[in-house]
C-alpha cells in the first residue's frame, strides 16, 4: 500500500528551465509535507516542507504546491541548474495510533539537468 | 552544529552473520528513526526512538532491532543476515517535523 506516490521515476529538464516535480498522496490524515533532495552515496538532505494548511510556500528557487481536495504536491525548480540533478523523494507525515508522528516516503523521482 | 553522523560508512558481511550500526544525532535532537533505502523501494521506515523508547516501527522482521542511549545516540542491529538486506541504511535525527539525515551505512551481504 504506497500512500506516497511519485509516478514518474526521471525527469530531464535544460538548464534554466523550470523542473516540475510531482507527488500524490492517498491518506488524508497527512498534515505536512517535505522534499528531499539526494545526491548519490550521500544521505537525503531537506529541500523545503509545506503545512496542510498552506497551499504554497517559497524558498529561493524552490516552491512547493499543496493541492489538498487532489491530494496532490509539486515542487518547481526555477531556473533549474546542473547541481539540481539529484534524486528528489517527496515525504508525508501523519500521526499514528500512539500520538507520535509517522513519515512516509515516496520512491523518489531522478532529475536530470542538461547544462 | 554537526550533522547526523553514522558509523561505519562501508561494511561487507556474509550471509547469517549479525552487524550493527551506529548513528549520532544532531546535537539537542532526541527523535532518532532508521530507514532501509534499496533500488526501487525508497526509503522503508524500520523504527523511531525517542528518549531512549521505541515508539514507531516499520514492518521488518524482528531480525532489525534498535536501541537508544541516554546521550541519544542509537544503534540498529540485523541479525542473521541474508542477502536481500544489501542496502543503505540511513539514520536521521528530529526535534520538530523535520528529519535530518545522515550519510548513510552501505551494508553488502555476500
Known amino acids: 500500500d504506497q500512500q506516497v506516490k511519485q509516478n514518474s521515476p526521471s525527469l530531464s529538464v535544460q538548464e534554466g528551465r523550470i523542473s516540475i516535480l510531482n507527488c500524490d498522496y492517498t491518506?488524508?490524515?497527512?498534515?505536512?509535507f517535505l522534499w528531499y533532495k539526494k545526491y548519490p552515496a550521500e544521505g537525503p538532505t531537506f529541500l523545503i516542507s509545506?503545512?496542510?494548511?498552506?497551499d504554497k510556500n517559497e524558498d529561493g528557487r524552490f516552491t512547493v504546491f499543496l493541492n489538498k481536495s487532489a491530494k496532490h504536491l509539486s515542487l518547481h525548480i526555477v531556473p533549474s541548474q546542473p547541481g539540481d540533478s539529484a534524486v528528489y523523494f517527496c515525504a508525508a507525515i501523519s500521526m499514528n495510533s500512539g500520538g507520535y508522528q509517522k513519515v512516509t516516503f515516496g520512491i523518489g523521482t531522478k532529475l536530470q539537468v542538461i547544462p | 552544529k554537526a550533522g547526523v553522523t553514522q558509523t561505519p560508512r562501508y561494511l561487507i558481511k556474509t550471509r547469517g552473520q549479525q552487524v550493527t550500526l551506529s548513528c549520532s544525532p544532531i546535537?539537542?535532537?532526541?527523535?532518532v528513526s532508521w530507514y532501509q533505502q534499496t533500488p526501487g523501494q525508497g526509503l522503508q521506515f524500520l523504527f523511531e526512538y525517542f528518549s531512549e523508547t521505541q515508539r514507531n516501527k516499520g514492518n521488518f522482521p524482528g531480525r532489525f532491532s534498535g536501541r537508544q542511549f541516554s546521550n541519544s545516540r542509537s544503534e540498529m542491529n540485523v541479525s542473521t543476515l541474508e542477502l536481500g538486506d544489501s542496502a543503505l541504511y540511513l539514520c536521521a535525527s528530529s526535534q520538530d517535523r523535520t528529519q535530518y539525515f545522515g550519510p548513510g551505512t552501505r551494508l553488502l551481504v555476500l
Open positions: 491518506n488524508s490524515m497527512f498534515d505536512y
Open positions: 546535537s539537542g535532537h532526541r527523535s
Open positions: 509545506i503545512s496542510s494548511i498552506k
